[in-house]
């Protein structure tokens, strides 16, 4: 279905639609009244009072048609079973014939006319009769057609809505792209790679008993790879690629996503081993039931459906189930359950020397001049995703052909970035005064983890976005915990203070980047205070706002159960612990603030930076004690 042919038999119908209209409702109406009006009383007669009345002279004319004649009197006679009067009349003709008729109409003078069996016949009369409903029809497919339009084009007439729904039977594909067309994303293609394996050689996990995940959730910001990553595992593995994406399923006709669903997974299971891809999951995967009265029934189908046929799987069936979304946050959780989509796999920016290796992917058949540095490009554009480095070396090679030179240079590249910085507003793409902030914030939170000494030990920071939050300095709990004591929240609450204190210190202004540490820092301290009595004004006293509705499974308002008094003195002691907070994030800064500055550096140049890198910077980490 192209917009193409859609646009061709548009043109075909308005001209003469609306007199189509016209036409058939004036036909409507004539056959209406043809069929309302009363006809005039007619009787079926018997053929002797017929031939009666003839004899008599009253009969003006008959019309015979096979075996019927269907006669006019001069004026109304008593002609009816009970005496009724009336001027028409109808009789059967003997089958056997009679041959004393003829004579007596010519003898009287009565008007004969004859037409043959199937009375006013002629293929007209069937079809005069129906003309007005197809004109109707037409106008109605003609606006359809209009709305359809009207809609951007996602329905069309009852042929294309077949196609539509067998559309996904004929889109598998055999991608051509491999592992080594994804640069970068180290992590998330080796939680893949084993699924490779499966593909290829189902029979030996079978007989191992082996059950592989079906469902794979690949989670990252747009641009990050995920479909890419989608289409080159099939390519890995040699198999066939069924796609769709969620946002094609917000349809118009309920029912058709579910249907279109049914499909897909039918072709797949039939050429197995297969790979089923939806892309854009959260576009019908959102949380159901959300916003009162119902949610959407056109996407909770499909939803539905989706589910249906993940818990369908058997568990032997070599279909692997691939979705990607960049709103995890949003996806309902049923989706997540096990034995659905219960694998997990993260696309992360690209940092410095995987922004390298993409750069290296994409100028693979890009003519090069001698000064094109691509480690400075990739230092040069922090924050941008695999597609926006793909749109860079494609604006730089389009500025290069523009000048008509035969090779891309350095300043082809440093013209294309800042297109790509200014055009594209929804990238992550960090600005570079922005840069530095970035670095003085992440700085400031592992400096302080590093120096608190409950704090859990640092795994590595980086300046590059992480999902939602910017920046990221990521802790790894050192053991399982089950219950957290004091000293470790408390010193949790410092180190999530860290970020903004360090702003505050070094560039002595603040950013609402630290939006989100507030909050957290806000959240947790409230919990501290109102929910496991850890502050000496308020002892163990359960104040939480709100609780966790155990239908919900989410918190809810609720009606305060405590006095004015009691909440004036849970805030105040949220309020001293965050300050004691930010007071000692502010002493171990204020102590070490030669090795934060190299922390910065060391930052700003490499942008993620792992356990050694940071303790070359800060040296050995003191004892932790626990
Ligand atoms: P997503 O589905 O996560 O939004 P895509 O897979 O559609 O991202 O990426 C768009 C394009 O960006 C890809 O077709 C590819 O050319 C390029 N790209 C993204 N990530 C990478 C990567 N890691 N290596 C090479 N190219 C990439
Ligand atoms: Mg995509
Ligand atoms: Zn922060």
Redesign the pocket.
């Known amino acids: 279905m192209t917009m193409n042919d859609m646009d061709g038999n548009q043109e075909k119908y308005p001209p003469w639609a609306p007199y189509a209209l016209i036409m058939a409702l004036l036909l409507l109406a004539n056959l209406t009244i043809e069929y309302t009006t009363p006809p005039e009383p007619s009787y079926e007669i018997p053929y002797s009072q017929f031939k009666q009345l003839a004899e008599k002279g009253q009969v003006e004319s008959v019309d015979l048609a096979g075996h019927v004649a269907e006669g006019h009197l001069y004026s109304s006679e008593a002609i009816g079973p009970h005496g009724e009067t009336a001027s028409h009349f109808s009789t059967q003709v003997p089958a056997f014939g009679d041959e004393a008729l003829l004579p007596l109409l010519e003898a009287q003078g009565i008007e004969l006319r004859v037409s043959d069996e199937t009375g006013r016949t002629g293929p007209l009369s069937i079809i005069l009769p129906l003309l007005p409903w197809l004109f109707l029809i037409l106008f109605f497919f003609w606006i359809f057609r209009q709305t359809s339009r009207a809609l951007g084009g996602r329905i069309g007439g009852p042929e294309e809505l077949k196609k539509f729904l067998e559309a996904p039977a004929q889109t598998a594909e055999q991608p051509e792209v491999t592992f080594a067309?994804?640069?970068?994303?180290d992590n998330a293609k080796r939680e893949v790679t084993e699924l490779v394996e499966f593909l290829k050689h189902p029979e030996t996990f079978r007989k191992l008993g082996a059950e592989v995940p079906h469902g794979v959730l690949?989670m990252?910001?747009?641009?990050?790879?995920?479909?890419?990553?989608a289409r080159a595992l099939a390519g890995e593995a040699g198999v066939p690629f069924y796609s769709i994406s969620g946002s094609q399923f917000i349809e118009v006709f309920v029912g058709v996503g579910a249907a279109r669903v049914r499909h897909l997974f039918e072709a797949a299971k039939k050429s197995a081993p297969s790979i089923v891809f939806v892309?854009e999951l959260d576009s019908v995967g959102r949380t159901r039931g959300t916003g009162l009265g119902g949610g959407h029934d056109e996407r909770e189908q499909t939803l539905n459906q989706i589910l249906a046929e993940m818990d369908g799987f058997s568990g032997h069936e070599a279909v692997i189930v691939l979705a990607?979304t960049?709103r995890p946050d949003v996806l309902d959780p049923a989706l997540l359950r096990p034995g659905r989509f219960d694998r997990h796999v993260v696309?992360d920016l690209?940092d410095r020397n995987?922004r390298v290796?993409?750069l290296k992917?994409?100028t693979r058949k890009v003519p090069l001049g001698d000064n094109v540095d691509l480690d400075k490009i990739a230092a040069g554009s922090p924050g941008f995703?695999?597609?926006d480095?793909?749109n860079l070396v494609n604006e730089a090679a389009m500025l290069a052909a523009r000048k008509q030179r035969s090779e891309v240079l350095m300043q082809d590249f440093e013209e294309a970035r800042d297109k790509v910085l200014l055009g594209t507003v929804r990238t992550l793409a960090i600005q570079p005064e922005e840069r530095h902030r970035l670095a003085v914030h992440e700085a400031g939170h592992t400096l302080v983890a590093w120096f608190a000494p409950h704090a859990d030990p640092l795994y590595k920071v980086t300046i590059i976005p992480r999902g939602r939050a910017l920046g990221g300095t990521q802790l790894l709990p050192a053991e399982e915990r089950h219950t957290l004591p004091e000293e470790y929240l408390r010193d949790r609450l410092v180190v999530i203070l860290g970020g903004r204190t360090a702003e505050r210190e070094l560039l002595e202004t603040l950013s609402s980047g630290a939006e989100d540490d507030i909050h957290q820092a806000t959240a947790l301290a409230r919990a501290m205070v109102a929910r496991w009595g850890m502050s000496d004004e308020i002892g163990p006293v359960d104040l939480r706002e709100s609780e966790e509705h155990p239908f919900l499974g989410r918190e809810i308002a609720q009606p305060r159960r405590y006095s004015e008094h009691s909440a004036e003195v849970v805030d105040h002691a949220v309020q001293t612990l965050l300050h004691e907070g930010e007071q000692r994030a502010l002493g171990v800064i204020r102590e070490h603030k030669t090795e934060l500055a190299r922390l910065i550096d060391a930052l700003e140049e490499h942008e993620t930076l792992h356990h050694e890198q940071i303790e070359q910077c800060l040296g050995q980490r003191p004892r932790v004690k626990h």
């Open positions: 067309d994804v640069a970068g994303q690949l990252g910001a747009p641009g990050t790879g995920k479909t890419l990553l892309d990607a960049n696309l690209p995987d290796a993409i992917v994409h995703s695999g597609a480095i793909k």
